[in-house]
């Protein structure tokens, strides 16, 4: 009896041991299995982008992100997005620490540098045959530095649209917009003696009347000449040419051109102002005709204009302020399998398609895509407007710190505080301190 109780003990403790075996080969294998290749693990790139209005455009990219991880399951986008007013500050206090995401969207000039000169973004030159093709020389041009290309752009924004209800102007006598900044007065005039608010400003963000306004009638006085010979030491921003285009806002606000809550409104808000009814005119980017005029069943009375010619100005009439911007650059020294899954987005996500619907949309794109026959009446209109020449855009050539001083000088001009010739000393003294 003895003897048989210790056999079936010894059986059952070797089933037990065998099965502990079974169960740890199987641990193993599902460990392998979930550890296994490359192909299988998931990997999560952080990306910061300033989409976050309600512009067509970021639709489109937001979409294009899905897109990408749908069709690519083992790769998750983790998206940051920023306002655009706080974007650029973001990333450079980021920049600066060293601490950038792993996809990040750049600007051209002198936004970028700083990143290049720290070594922060990652050369992408052995990926360019993706794009050469569609892409010319001058949309890549401004995310090139000394041969290495550091990003590829999605868009070309004109930012000094000026859009006009034509049944206001008509109301005052106007059936076409002033072509001359006398009229263009005179018409701000007319439309407050009208009670009609003439133009529509939301700048709790600072940005608008810097890009969208003084980028183009500082172009007006000064010629597109006058950025490039500021950072060259050439020019100086206390030059009356540039002193006179401050002028004109000074001159605005005194006439009671801008809505009372300009400041207190932000640039979206601004445009729904506009759309509303409550202006006659808004200055803005061409991403907007998608809300003004493409999207907006009331589109066709609204028309579409450049900010008009200055008397002795030195600058071409007919030129827009356009930048090539929303440029997707890679972080530096990403590990390996990072790296190769960051750059699998960016051959993805800046492509062909992502062009030709953001046209589809209206958006004017930098690429050397057709334009579809069936495309807005009012992207062709805006194709047209814009073509007869490109100005800088004041703060894709301006470095940041020098772009915060005038910010904050219009703002304050907008409330009758300070002088033209002061804001104009305080932004040279901002540039020298740089210097």
């Known amino acids: 009896m003895i ?12 089933l037990v041991a065998l099965l502990a075996i079974f169960t740890a080969a199987c641990g193993k294998g599902d460990n392998a299995s979930s550890k296994g290749g490359s192909e299988t693990e998931t990997i999560t790139l952080n ?18 992100i899905a897109e990408f991880e749908k069709q690519h399951p083992n790769i998750v986008i983790k998206q940051d997005g920023v306002p655009s007013a706080q974007y650029k500050t973001k990333l450079r206090t980021l920049a600066a620490g060293n601490n950038l995401p792993d996809i990040n969207v750049v600007w051209p000039g002198a936004d970028l540098d700083p990143l290049v000169d720290g070594n922060l973004l990652e050369p992408i030159n052995d990926l360019m045959e993706n794009w050469t093709s569609i892409l010319p020389e001058s949309a890549l041009a401004g995310f090139n530095v000394d041969g290495k290309q550091y ?12 859009y006009y209800n034509k049944e206001m102007f008509a109301q005052i006598g106007y059936d076409t917009f002033p072509d001359t900044y006398d009229k263009f007065i005179d018409a701000v005039k007319k ?31 000064t010629g597109s000449d006058f950025l490039p010979a500021v950072l060259e030491k050439k020019a ?21 051109a801008f809505n009372t809550d300009a400041n207190n409104m932000d640039s979206v808000q601004g ?30 009375k609204f028309g579409i204009a450049l900010f008009p010619s200055v008397e002795g100005g030195k600058g071409e009439p007919a030129k827009s302020a356009g930048v090539v911007q929303y440029g997707i650059a890679i972080k530096s020294e990403l ?8 750059e699998e987005f960016l051959k993805f996500f800046v492509s062909e398609d992502l062009y030709k619907e953001l046209i589809r949309n209206g958006v004017v794109v930098p690429a050397k895509v057709d334009v579809p026959e069936d ?35 219009l703002q304050a001009l907008t409330v009758k505080h300070g002088t033209p010739e002061e804001l104009a000393k305080e932004v040279q003294e901002a540039f020298d301190n740089m210097n």
């Open 151 to 162: 990003a590829v752009p999605t868009k070309q924004t004109f930012v000094d649209i000026i």
């Open 236 to 256: 100086k921003f206390t030059d009356p040419e540039f002193v006179k285009a401050l002028s004109v806002i000074d001159e605005l606000t005194k006439l009671g």
């Open 335 to 342: 590990n390996e399998k990072k790296r190769a899954a960051a």
């Open 3 to 14: 003897k048989t109780n210790k056999g079936k003990k010894a059986v059952i403790l070797g």
């Open 375 to 409: 495309a807005s009446k009012y992207l062709k209109e805006m194709l047209e407007l814009t073509g007869n020449g490109t100005a800088p855009v004041f703060d894709s050539v301006i470095p940041t710190q020098v772009v915060d001083v005038l910010q904050n000088g």
């Open 47 to 64: 990306m910061m982008h300033p989409w976050t209005s309600p512009n067509v455009d970021n639709e489109v990219y937001k979409a294009r």
């Open 191 to 221: 439309l407050k003696e009208a009670g009609i608010t003439p133009i529509s400003l939301g700048n709790k963000e600072q940005w608008p009347l810097q890009s969208s306004y003084i980028s183009i009638i500082g172009d007006r006085f």
């Open 271 to 300: 445009q729904d102002y506009f759309i509303q009814g409550k202006a006659a005119m808004h200055i803005s980017s061409s991403t907007v005709d998608a809300r003004v005029r493409i999207n907006n069943d009331e589109g066709d």
